[in-house]
């Protein structure tokens, strides 16, 4: 038996509604700090939903981007590449790496495309069968490369230009597992001697018009309108939908070896990484927890553990009512024949849901919980209707020994991404 | 992880294309240079340069196990579902017993395109006051219950060819859906052959679908000279598109979807499916440049085309031909040369290279696994069919010869490859039986 490659984090970027950058968004985390207020990017007043967690401070473009690759950054987009301008300074990875064994993966976003800029190109524009005319579109598309902006296989292609990366891109799209998958994606390029390093991550952003108004109609978001900060309640009996949010997390990946050599940060093990499909509706999820529960099955095993080792579940906890009673029920079957039972929050109740970004968002936070060995709270969990029997972590933050844990993404659409982190020890 | 790396076969096909829906009738289209572009009707393209494209037949939706997915599924997901399907099928996965937590799926699908938002486009235009140019946010959000379709999210999800193929065959295992332009279906095939030979999975069905001909991806399509004038013909429109010619002009888009069923080989013939062709080795890598705008030197295929070879235990004189990318960009096409004439430099033979775009058109997500299929029929037939179109490229050609004529085969190993507009390659070897 060949032995497994080994695979550490040894940079981490965030853009986030909480901080431009991954320590005070974590430093608001731990704090307990929800980034939930009225919208702020259009007037929402006659919505049902009228809040959300926005981004609103950017540092500026001028070394994250080369000015010739800006043209193609929508607003999630420009979020991935501050995030990844943080991480890949935080990793400290010299220039004498080789192109060739340094890879890109990047859970895309649904896409940022607004009304205005729609609105520009569909005015007094002749419609055939419910598409404009052509003509029109050919001439009106004065924004150029809107179609391409986007696309969600640009921040990919953007990153590996301004990177020098040369080894694989992969983009995924699967809903909210999507940036889950990605890292689990450049876990496996590292383990299969594909790569040496993997920037990997997310970037997403559901605060814009037409997406939250997608949701609106899909009666997914919270109508708790009136306290913001209290509209994302994950496993608790009051929750009704998931707060819209927006930002980026990216992860350097690296084999151990490669990083040991270099003397490089190292914030945590990757350690395991499951994944499954639940084949079972577009959004609800099976009530016995099936696609949940193998997939944290897998990512145990894969990182060589037993369930009784996970000190720490960062869950995908979305707020709404359907996926928090199940994946409790998921973990109780995975975690509950067992008396010390690993502590579970959703820090989606701080930060909100970031959809493609937030398997990516909720892996940093873990890796950052094992560092400062500290589990962030999960917000307005005052009544659970998920059982006593889970060992949440409620309104603050825990001091604990963590020395393994997970961290959960359940997609519509069925994916299921499980991502295993741990302590490194040598 | 075990030392000894598990064989990958091909145990099913489906794919739905513009000359047709079964993979013999489409070789022989190739074989005989057939073509079928039609003239765009859904939307008005008078006066515009782009008149035509590939279209696929209405999807028969009686074949659909579920006919309420219509309510969610578009077109081209729809056309994906079935395909999906049908693969499954020709594999003989219908009376398999198989356990569901070993069966994957891989998907490589195109973005939601803005034609794809059409049911907000009635409000949007109602809202927007370009004059001034104001957006009426307050008069959308009040009338958005009433008059957009609260499906329209779980429409434009674009991982629904993914979710329906998963949900309709009980695939619980590894998944994913790849959203890299031009390469998604070779990058999928590529994934599930890596999940299968690492003992991730037993059977992976994985290839990839095209978006749709929309208004809005054409007219960008334009805007970046990657589309030909097709509004101004001096022969047929299948002379149009011309790989790796001189007298290239560019692509023309198509509709379509293409999936393979791939299978740990002894699985395989343990339940008694028969081996189509056998998948040896994949590469992924990238130019670091964006490839559309200026000539990249493409070295990611390059590298891409290395690993595939490595992975697969052979050398360039093993292979029997390439089925390559040449879509009959201006830009593309020419590195993509540069790059074969490198790789195969120290061939005793020129390496046979051809393509079937000019006769499928330009799938886009769902080219690799298309050309793959359709390289599983060459390694049957023992032939290689010629580029159609192609006279000569602009140089001359060292180490490569463009098919103007098919040829056997003479060597059983192909290599298929895909290439996206922003430099990322994929190349899959693929083997006889």
Known sequence: ?426 | MTDKKREVVITGMGLDTALGAEAESIFASWLGQKNNFKPISAFNVQNTPVQFAGLCQDPDLTKLPDRKVQKILRRKDLLSLLTTLKAAEHAGLRDAKISPERMGMYVGASSTQIGDLTPYFTLVAECADLTHGRFDSQKFGHEMLDLVNPLVVLQTLMNNALCFGTMTLDLRGVNANFMDFQVSGLRALGEGFQSIRNDRADLIIAGGVAGPIEPFQLAEGVQVNYLADTSRLQTSIGDVIRPWDKGRVGTILSEGTAYLVLEEKEHALARGAAPLAVVKGFGIANDGQLAIFSPAPATGLEDAIGQALAQANLSPDDLGGIIGHGNGSKIQDWSEIRAYQRFMRNRKNPIPLTTAYPNLGDMCEASGASQTILGAMALKAGLLPATANHVGFEETLHHVEVMTQTTELAKPSILVTSRNFFGLACALVLGRV
């Not at chain 1, 431009?20 to 929402?44: C, L, M, V, Y």
């Not at chain 1, 900060?229 to 151990?256: C, I, N, T, Y």
């Open chain 1, 1 to 426: 038996m060949a032995q497994k490659r080994r695979v550490v984090i040894t940079g981490i970027g965030i853009v986030s509604p909480l901080g431009p950058h991954r320590e005070s968004t974590w430093q608001n985390i731990i704090a307990g700090k929800s980034a939930a207020r009225e919208i702020t990017q259009f007037d929402a007043a006659s919505w049902p939903t009228k809040i959300a967690c926005e981004v609103d401070q950017l540092p500026n473009l001028e070394d994250a981007l080369r000015p010739q690759l800006r043209p193609y950054l929508n607003r999630p987009s420009e979020f991935g590449v501050h995030a990844a301008y943080e991480a890949m300074g935080d990793s400290k990875l010299p220039k004498s790496i080789d192109p060739r064994r340094f890879g890109i993966a990047v859970g895309a976003s649904i896409g940022a495309i607004s009304p205005s800029q729609l609105a520009k190109m569909l005015v007094g524009m002749p419609i055939k069968n419910g598409l404009p005319d052509l003509n029109q579109t050919v001439a009106k598309s004065s924004e150029k490369f809107l179609t391409m902006k986007n696309h969600p296989g640009t921040l990919g292609a953007l990153l590996s230009s301004q990177w020098h990366a040369l080894g694989p891109v992969t983009t995924i799209h699967t809903a909210c597992a999507s940036s889950g998958q990605s890292l689990g994606q450049a876990y496996l390029q590292i383990v299969r001697d594909d790569c040496d390093i993997m920037l990997a991550g997310g970037a997403d952003s559901l605060a814009g018009e037409l997406l939250l108004a997608g949701f609106c109609l899909l009666g997914a978001l919270s109508t708790r309108n009136d306290e913001p900060q209290k509209a994302s309640r994950p496993f608790d009996k009051d929750r009704d939908g998931f707060v819209a949010s927006e930002g980026a997390a990216m992860l350097v990946l690296e084999e151990l070896g490669h990083a040991q050599n270099r003397g490089a940060p190292i914030y945590a093990e990757f350690s395991g990484y499951g994944e499954t499909a639940s084949a079972y509706r577009i959004t609800d999820l099976p009530e016995n927890g099936r696609g949940i529960v193998e997939a944290m099955d897998l990512a145990i095993k894969d990182a060589c553990l037993d369930n009784s080792q996970i000190h720490y579940i960062n869950a995908h906890g979305t707020s709404t009512q359907l996926n928090d009673r199940v994946e409790a029920h998921a973990i109780r079957r995975v975690f509950g024949s067992r008396g010390l039972k690993p502590g579970v929050s959703s820090t989606k109740s701080e930060i909100g849901h970031l959809i493609s970004a937030a398997g990516a968002m909720e892996a940093a936070f873990t890796a950052l919980a094992i560092r400062d060995q500290i589990a962030p709270p999960t917000l307005n969990l005052i009544n659970t209707d998920c059982g006593d029997d889970i060992n949440f972590i409620a309104e603050k933050s825990r001091k604990m020994t963590i020395e393994h844990a997970l961290s959960n993404s359940i997609g519509f659409g069925g994916s299921n991404s499980v991502v295993a982190l741990s302590r490194f020890r040598p």
